[in-house]
């Protein structure tokens, strides 16, 4: 049986491969190639923010009747880094090399954390909490 802490841990690794080879391309100065490589990492980013926010979120807050707990600071923390991507992309699109590599460490700090939270804390009671992982998990995978 998977969990769900196990899945969306796995999906925060995918996310911070995709981010550091950005980074990477950033660092040598490949405009270009930042260019792929950050528009595909964001788009993994926020499919991972709306599987979470559409499914896994609503499924734990109906299970375990919390509405206003982690799933709050998930959801504001969330945002946060949404509108730090909007400053990465005016760098991105300015080639600003400086403004790029400040902007992604600091969201790479906030991801770090929120990973943290998400894996030790809401992923295991989400697993401990939904009466069917198995039928969740599907649905975030979309099978």
Same mark, same amino acid.
């Given at each position: 049986?998977?969990?769900?802490?196990?899945?969306? @841990?796995?999906?925060?690794? *995918?996310?911070?491969?995709?981010? @550091?080879?950005?980074?990477? *391309? %950033?660092?040598? $100065? /490949?405009?270009?190639?930042?260019?792929?490589?950050?528009?595909?990492?964001?788009? %993994?980013?926020?499919?991972?923010?709306?599987?979470?926010?559409?499914?896994?979120? =609503?499924?734990?807050?109906?299970? #375990? $009747?919390? @509405?206003? $707990?982690?799933?709050?600071?998930?959801?504001?923390? *969330?945002?946060?880094?949404?509108?730090?991507?909007?400053?990465?992309?005016?760098?991105?699109? %300015?080639?600003?090399?400086?403004?790029?590599?400040?902007? #992604?460490?600091?969201?790479?700090?906030?991801?770090?954390?929120?990973?943290?939270?998400?894996? /030790?804390?809401?992923? =295991?009671?989400?697993?401990?909490?939904? =009466?069917?992982?198995?039928?969740?998990? /599907?649905?975030?995978? $979309?099978?």
């Amino acid at each position: 049986m998977t969990r769900i802490t196990d899945h969306m @841990s796995c999906d925060h690794r *995918h996310c911070d491969e995709l981010f @550091s080879d950005a980074e990477n *391309h %950033a660092n040598a $100065g /490949q405009w270009e190639q930042t260019n792929q490589a950050w528009k595909i990492f964001a788009d %993994a980013l926020e499919a991972h923010f709306r599987i979470e926010e559409e499914i896994l979120f =609503p499924a734990f807050e109906a299970a #375990s $009747g919390m @509405s206003g $707990g982690p799933t709050a600071v998930m959801r504001m923390e *969330h945002q946060q880094m949404r509108a730090l991507l909007e400053e990465i992309n005016t760098a991105l699109a %300015a080639q600003d090399k400086a403004q790029f590599l400040g902007g #992604s460490e600091t969201l790479m700090v906030m991801m770090q954390q929120h990973n943290m939270k998400e894996e /030790q804390i809401l992923y =295991p009671m989400a697993d401990r909490t939904l =009466p069917d992982t198995e039928a969740t998990l /599907q649905q975030m995978t $979309g099978q």
